[in-house]
């Protein structure tokens, strides 16, 4: 069957172009571009009929059906052949049932969409299989640059160097210094990139791989390029197949560079479009506080983000001030009836603490989602009794520090209210025992 992909402009202005060509802004208005599919070839079958193909495939071992993204392949990138597909199987994450923090706040129907729960522990793993397959067979067929790159605020960077080292293809890395984990540093270091630690912000980094890539010097590999969307919207179809193809009502998104939001529309778009679903979700674009440039701009009444100087925060993977995919975004709130909402440091970190209590383990990303969603139930707007998917976008274990610092009472401007720090004592029998008396008397 022949289905395809090709790049348009996200603005509708003439021309096309196919995947493997290293463009990154439509030539004509300097816009972003988006992935097109040809949809009248895939409604050879109907919804009926994708919903078991997808079922058939799902965590197969079937190479490389298996896998999340390329189980999906038809509706993801299909011109990429077997042999230069680059997976590590990543997607079928586990949807949480959160039923005990969800009873905690009055819901009795949610739902953490655990997205870090992959090969490099967050969800830039879906778009990173499909960006560095298609560069391989851009390669293949005479593409020269020296490396793929990507600015990064730790979880791109570590996708990209995992996927390129799998691939035996360079990998550069431009990093804002001091502002990642010590887990996100350490993973471009393991798989040999060319790490950079530049003095600046990720907005800064990210001016400097745009034209690192305009000179041909490197691949761009940022969520800029339309090809990481393609595999990232498999976490909406993901969600749907998990709840035997019923649409929830809301979603909610931890949000930075603003591509994420749009590659979820797109796959509830495209389920739509293809009889899977006759529905879309509410979405919720969460943003950190101290990094809120669409926030801003959508409780302004506004429908295009001014760049802002973003502030620290401990959620360090969405700290932007000038997110690349903001179009994109609000595109897919005005389609999805969404809203925006944002979360202060001391909001995210107790909201992370309260989580954690009932068994999850939260990285801050994730907690500006689980605060956002407190607000929104205290609010009313989130009733009782509706379905909420909370997207986790990466594994707590990468945030050490973050965890620590919460429970040592040290980050400045936060009480802590559920810190638990350990308890020292010698190896003493009877003060054991006396400590856990004090605890669970
Ligand atoms: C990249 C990232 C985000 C933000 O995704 P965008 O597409 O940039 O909005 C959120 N959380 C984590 C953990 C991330 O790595
Ligand atoms: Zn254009």
């Not at 640059?145 to 979880?155: E, F, Q, R």
């Not at 890539?213 to 749907?240: C, D, F, H, W």
């Not at 899977?276 to 429908?303: C, I």
């Not at 973050?402 to 010698?426: C, W």
Request: aromatic share 8%.
């Amino acid at each position: 069957m022949s289905y395809s992909a090709e790049f348009r402009c996200f603005s509708g202005c003439a021309g096309s172009w196919p995947v493997t060509q290293p463009i990154y802004r439509c030539p004509s208005c300097g816009g972003l571009l988006e992935v097109v599919h040809d949809l009248d070839a895939l409604r050879d079958r109907s919804g009926a009929s994708w919903m078991r193909v997808f079922d058939d495939r799902y965590r197969q071992n079937r190479w490389p059906y298996g896998s999340g993204v390329w189980g999906k392949r038809e509706w993801v990138m299909p011109q990429v052949p077997d042999d230069m597909i680059v997976s590590m199987y990543e997607g079928g994450t586990n949807l949480f049932w959160a039923e005990r923090y969800g009873r905690s706040l009055g819901l009795s129907d949610l739902w953490v969409k655990l997205c870090g729960n992959s090969h490099s522990g967050s969800f830039k793993d879906l778009g990173m299989t499909v960006l560095v397959s298609v560069v391989r067979m851009a390669i293949r067929d005479g593409l020269r640059v020296k490396a793929i790159a990507c600015a990064s605020t730790g979880d791109t960077s570590a996708a990209l160097a995992a996927y390129g080292a799998a691939a035996g293809l360079p990998v550069v890395v431009l990093l804002p210094r001091g502002k990642i984990s010590t887990a996100q540093l350490a993973q471009p270091l393991a798989h040999g990139a060319l790490v950079l630690g530049l003095d600046t912000d990720f907005d800064g980094c990210m001016a400097i791989v745009q034209r690192l890539a305009a000179e041909g010097i490197v691949y761009l590999a940022n969520s800029m390029n339309p090809l990481r969307l393609e595999g990232q919207k498999t976490v909406a179809i993901e969600i749907v197949q998990q709840f035997d193809w019923q649409v929830p009502d809301w979603v909610i998104l931890p949000s930075g560079n603003l591509g994420n939001a749009s590659a979820l529309y797109a796959g509830f778009r495209m389920m739509r479009d293809l009889g899977v679903t006759s529905r879309f979700p509410r979405l919720v674009v969460a943003q950190a506080e101290n990094a809120n440039p669409l926030y801003r701009a959508w409780h302004a009444g506004k429908r295009s983000v001014e760049p802002i100087q973003a502030r620290p925060t401990l959620a360090t993977a969405i700290q932007i001030g000038n997110p690349v995919s903001a179009p994109r975004a609000i595109a897919a709130l005005e389609a999805m009836d969404g809203l925006v909402e944002q979360a202060s440091e001391e909001e995210l970190c107790e909201a992370a603490a309260r989580a954690d209590r009932t068994g999850m383990y939260t990285c801050p990303h994730t907690a500006v989602g689980l605060a956002v969603l407190e607000k929104l139930v205290h609010r009313g707007v989130i009733r009782p009794e509706e379905r909420v998917v909370c997207i986790s976008t990466a594994a707590g274990l990468k945030f050490t520090e973050f965890k620590v610092r919460y429970h040592e009472r040290s980050i400045d401007g936060v009480s802590a209210e559920q810190a638990n720090p350990p308890t020292f004592l010698p190896p003493d029998f009877g003060r054991v025992v006396d400590a856990i008396d004090a605890r669970f008397s």
